[in-house]
């Protein structure tokens, strides 16, 4: 009886102590995202003025503000996402309403799966040799868009799948049945149902794109440059390369710390807001949808 | 009447007809829509490769330079790595290099002043030529690089032949000085050292965390608890690589730098840090998925055994998901090898086989990124780093499917 008590408590003990250890350090993976976001929102918030993100960098980038990077990087999404959103919408399509299970499909599927593994620094290298040498495009708005369209592609078709497959088999059988076509079907029916679901896809991938540095490197990020672009075949400054190179290889690194400081805020902002705006989009319909 | 039908039944024909045609059209688009990520994929290796290749069809010379020897010199053919080892004079005798005994004396443009007047030489340079000619012509040691521009026609020297970098000698050089003159340096190996040192270093400080919060998450948080922290750990997967690399920047290399009293901070740990924070998110989420997936039956078999909950989590949940969790690691490792910005600001750089993790170090997609804005378009620079790009492509792929392999297996067990 003692023994069996005794090896309970151990038993209990042991559980104990595990539980703990897996507890703290999931508190504390999160406790690090609040650390990362406080350090950044603190040191940044005091950079952030109308100021700060209405005007152009002054004295070597130490001064001013980062208004053609934000606008660089507003026209490298809308780019990005010109390019990529019809493209990975059209593909998710085929391959969930169109294909049956075989072999295009797993094909189609695999070769998904390896661009979404391709490191981003091999978009650039891919984008800066076929973009902007091959095709003539130079280092442009163009260049880097379709450079992180591509980037972002595989993202699209997966998050649109996902909408796609959570659409019930119901409405389009029901649809069939009334003598619509599969095109009538896909467009009419299922889409407007998926619809907030590929929204979500998409504003996540524009979080995604907006950080993105390495892939606009070599295909259109300008050092520095006190204009903004006027066409699409025009360079541009972007924030991600801009924290980059103000954080590194700046004129003077410490005078700049402050208003890098203020870029990283506007960065972590944007990926903020769309997530939030995603989840809540998410949320929302989700609710509507079983509603109805 | 019948003909009325008839048109009737005809036009109902072409609308269905057209309408069929209006389909075809349709599913073709979207078919072709579904091929970009394919034709994408061809693409990038097809560029990528092509570009690579080009390293290996030349001489590791700068265009419009040339090395020339003495004619009586021996020596036809020089390895890349022998020239750099003459030029940094480590070999000073031709006879290391299968020559005669002799001493080497080296030769760069810049030099002649050191034989020749500026008188001698001319108002602009205009008998250079034939003094460099002259000079090889009466120095048996020497070994010269200069511009061919200066060669003459009745050059008495010889020109010496450099051999091509191989792709074992670029796999396993150990040096890279890919701009040194006069013969660029491309081994790649402190570069592989690096990446794999700072990947490993990440996926070690990663792995048990992420496992911790994975088992902490799928078994034994409440499920309001789990709702709210999961998508804050997905959060972390948002933030964009330069702000890791910027918080590395300003938090982790000064700390890493007080803590262990280095001369600098910026280290393969600094890098191994900032990754394992990275590669969090993606360990944790798919870990987690993993161990949800184990049956309920198999779980509730265990306890109803009278094992308590911990048992039932290492005894039957990790084992059945063990798969899972090596997708979730090797996945992570994948993202950590790839991983450009945050490594290339934090882990300083330097280029050689590190022997520490409190050295700095470089990455492959570090040195893509932090060269190629230098390297002229087409040139053996280029060309090196798009090889670098082909290595690492092959590298991301190859663990792509190895996840593919690891998760069939798990999917093959369910069923």
């Known amino acids: 009886m003692n023994v069996e008590n005794r090896l309970a408590n151990k038993k209990r003990r042991s559980q104990k102590v595990a539980f703990g250890i897996f507890s703290f350090t999931s508190y504390s993976v999160v406790a690090l995202l609040f650390v990362i976001l406080a350090f950044i929102v603190v040191k940044g918030i005091g950079a952030i003025s109308w100021e700060f993100i209405s005007e152009m960098p002054k004295n070597g980038m130490t001064e001013g503000g980062i208004f053609p990077a934000i606008i660089g990087t507003l026209c490298l999404v809308l780019a990005s996402m010109i390019f990529a959103f019809p493209v990975g919408v059209l593909a998710a399509i085929y391959m969930n309403e169109y294909v049956k299970q075989g072999w295009p499909k797993k094909i189609i599927k695999q070769m998904t799966n390896n661009l979404a593994g391709v490191p981003s620094i091999v978009f650039g290298l891919f984008g800066m040799s076929l973009f902007v040498n091959k095709l003539g495009f130079g280092d442009s708005i163009l260049a880097g868009g379709l450079t992180l369209g591509l980037l972002v592609l595989p993202v699209i078709i997966r998050t649109t799948e996902e909408a796609l497959k959570a659409v019930d088999d119901t409405f389009r059988q029901a649809s069939l049945a009334l003598g619509a076509s599969k095109w009538e079907t896909t467009s009419k029916i299922v889409f407007p149902i998926a619809f907030p679901n590929i929204i979500t896809g998409m504003i996540l991938s524009i979080g995604r794109v907006s950080g993105e540095t390495a892939p606009i490197l070599f295909t259109v990020a300008a050092y520095f440059l006190p204009k903004l672009p006027t066409s699409i075949f025009d360079q541009a400054m972007a924030l991600p390369y801009h924290l980059y190179v103000i954080s590194t290889s700046g004129t003077n690194i410490e005078a700049s710390r402050s208003m890098a400081y203020g870029t990283a805020l506007i960065l972590i902002i944007i990926v903020l807001i769309s997530n939030l705006l995603a989840n809540a989009l998410r949320k929302y319909y989700g609710k509507k949808v079983k509603m109805n | ?415």
């Not at chain 2, 299968?98 to 030489?121: C, H, M, N, P």
């Not at chain 2, 902490?216 to 972390?236: D, G, Q, W």
């Not at chain 2, 730098?257 to 600098?264: E, G, S, T």
């Not at chain 2, 993790?357 to 002229?376: D, Y």
Request: net charge neutral; with cysteine.
């Open chain 2, 1 to 415: 009447m019948s003909s009325v039908v008839l048109l009737k039944i005809k036009h109902t024909d072409l609308k269905t007809n057209f309408k069929q045609i209006k389909e075809k059209i349709i599913e073709s688009i979207l078919m072709l829509s579904s091929a970009a990520t394919s034709i994408t994929v061809v693409l990038i290796v097809f560029f990528l490769f092509i570009e690579g290749a080009g390293v290996f069809n030349k001489k590791p010379v700068d265009k419009g330079f040339l090395l020339a020897v003495h004619d009586s010199n021996q020596v036809k053919k020089l390895e890349p790595s022998q020239i750099k080892d003459v030029f940094d004079q480590k070999i000073t005798n031709w006879k290391e290099l299968g020559g005669k005994d002799q001493a080497i004396v080296l030769f760069r443009t810049s030099d002649i002043t050191d034989y020749y007047t500026e008188e001698e030489l001319g108002e602009n340079f205009e008998y250079f030529p034939d003094k460099i000619n002259e000079l090889i012509a009466k120095t048996p040691g020497i070994i010269a690089f200069f511009s061919d521009k200066y060669k003459n026609k009745d050059f008495k020297g010889r020109e010496l032949d450099i051999d091509k970098i191989s792709v074992y000698e670029f796999l396993s050089g150990e040096e890279w000085f890919p701009t040194a003159e006069p013969v660029a340096q491309m081994g790649v190996k402190p570069l592989i050292y690096g990446t794999l040192w700072v990947s490993f270093g990440a996926i070690v400080l990663a792995l048990p965390i992420g496992l911790f919060a994975a088992i902490y998450l799928s078994e034994i948080a409440k499920k309001r608890t789990r709702n709210l922290l999961k998508p804050l750990i997905e959060l972390l997967a948002g933030i964009p690589s330069v702000v890791y690399g910027f918080f590395g920047l300003v938090i982790i290399v000064p700390l890493i730098q007080d803590i262990f009293n280095l001369p600098v901070g910026e280290t393969a740990l600094a890098g191994s840090v900032v990754l394992a924070i990275m590669a969090l998110p993606t360990i944790i989420t798919i870990s987690e998925d993993a161990m949800r997936n184990t049956p309920r039956a198999m779980k509730e078999a265990s306890l109803a055994l009278g094992a308590s909950h911990w048992q039932t989590i290492y005894k039957v949940v990790i084992p059945y998901s063990a798969s899972g969790i090596t997708a979730g690691a090797i996945l992570g490792i994948g993202r950590a090898i790839g991983e450009t910005m945050a490594v290339l600001m934090v882990t300083g750089n330097a280029a050689v086989i590190p022997h520490t993790f409190l050295a700095p170090v470089r990455t492959i997609p570090a040195t893509i990124a932090a060269e190629l804005g230098e390297a002229a378009n087409g040139g053996l620079h280029y060309e090196a780093l798009f090889a670098l790009g082909c290595i690492l492509f092959i590298i991301t792929f190859g663990i792509n499917m190895l996840v593919e392999m690891v998760t069939n297996r798990q999917s093959h067990k369910k069923h």
